[in-house]
């Protein structure tokens, strides 16, 4: 599996970007799509998961109620929805996918994920 990240950009503080992840290869019905940030300084943290063929979702505390995951496995692509934004939420923002099911907190952990994405840039003005 391939991923390619897009639709990362310049948007001000509470303002809304959509991120898309694309899928060469079949996303298998037991793969996890997930989306991580990495900002300078600081580690790679986990922002949202999705289970490919149930649509289980999984969420940072930081950003629920604002970002949501979503895929449309017809175009074996994933989403980010990200709404109200704010200057901490400024990283460059990776897609990954997990061979293996997950569930709860095994999702967040980066180093499970097989493949991963090139990375979006995200910058929030504020």
């Known amino acids: 599996v391939q991923l390619q990240a897009s639709g990362g950009g310049l948007v001000q503080a509470g303002g809304s970007l959509r991120l898309s992840c694309a899928a060469s290869g079949d996303m298998l019905s037991r793969h996890v799509l997930g989306w991580f940030r990495q900002a300078p300084g600081k580690e790679r943290e986990f922002v949202a998961a999705i289970i490919w063929s149930g649509g289980r979702t999984y969420y940072a505390d930081s950003v629920k109620g604002r970002f949501t995951i979503s895929r449309d496995i017809a175009k074996n692509t994933g989403y980010l929805q990200m709404n109200s934004l704010k200057p901490d939420d400024a990283a460059v923002y990776y897609c990954?996918?997990?061979?293996?099911?997950?569930?709860?907190?095994?999702?967040?952990?980066?180093?499970?994920?097989?493949?991963w994405g090139q990375g979006t840039q995200v910058t929030v003005s504020s």
């Open positions: 990954a996918a997990d061979r293996q099911h997950c569930s709860g907190s095994d999702c967040y952990d980066s180093l499970r994920y097989d493949y």
